[in-house]
């Protein structure tokens, strides 16, 4: 959530995703504690489910919550 045009930035800039009020991507991203990105993953892909349980606990296990 934020102000349209900065997400809208970011989304394009950053993550190469289209962006519009009514609109879900079927990529979305990890970030660490520090705000460091960790991944993109798919949520339509089972194997990057798998890929984003080990991310999320090297996360946890380096401290992060």
Known sequence: TGEMKYIKRICVEYFRLPV???FHA???AL???DGEPVG???WE???QWNTLRED???IIAAGGT
Do not use: A, H, L, T
Request: net charge positive; aromatic share 16%.
């Open 20 to 22: 519009r009020r009514k």
């Open 26 to 28: 079927n990529k979305f």
């Open 40 to 42: 993109m993953y798919d």
């Open 45 to 47: 892909e089972e194997k």
């Open 31 to 33: 970030f660490d504690k």
């Open 56 to 58: 999320i606990s090297k």
